[in-house]
Nanobody, 115 residues
Framework: QVQLVESGGGLVQAGGSLRLSCAAS????????MGWYRQAPGKQRDLVAV???????NYGNSVKGRFTISRDNAKNTVYLQMNSLKPEDTGVYYC?????????WGPGTQVTVSS
């Protein structure tokens, strides 16, 4: 079993920045992928940024050039630096971790960008 704890969400004006953190804990797990997804009201959960096997990073098209994912392997923690935030970035941001064959999700953290 893996537990994910997110932090760093909040309310920010358009053009501002936020930094999210997600720490994973549990007994003897390996990480195949770990990253961030978001869900806006009434919409599906979409990819924001994720580290995949081998260290490859995938970004959602709407955040490329504005968001940066990073990680601290020793702490099993990933970060999401979000710059130049837009109102359409509003949503619940979920940390996701794949430890094959299982997928784990954090409880989510709300990000609200006001215009």
């Amino acid at each position: 079993q893996v537990q994910l704890v997110e932090s760093g969400g909040g309310l920010v004006q358009a053009g501002g920045s936020l930094r999210l953190s997600c720490a994973a804990s549990g007994r003897r797990f390996s990480i195949n992928a770990m990253g961030w997804y978001r869900q806006a009201p009434g919409k599906q959960r979409d990819l924001v940024a994720v580290f995949t096997t081998g260290g490859t990073i995938n970004y959602g098209n709407s955040v490329k050039g504005r968001f940066t994912i990073s990680r601290d392997n020793a702490k099993n923690t990933v970060y999401l630096q979000m710059n130049s935030l837009k109102p359409e970035d509003t949503g619940v941001y979920y940390c996701g971790l794949t430890s094959s064959p299982f997928q784990y999700w954090g409880p989510g953290t709300q990000v609200t960008v006001s215009s």
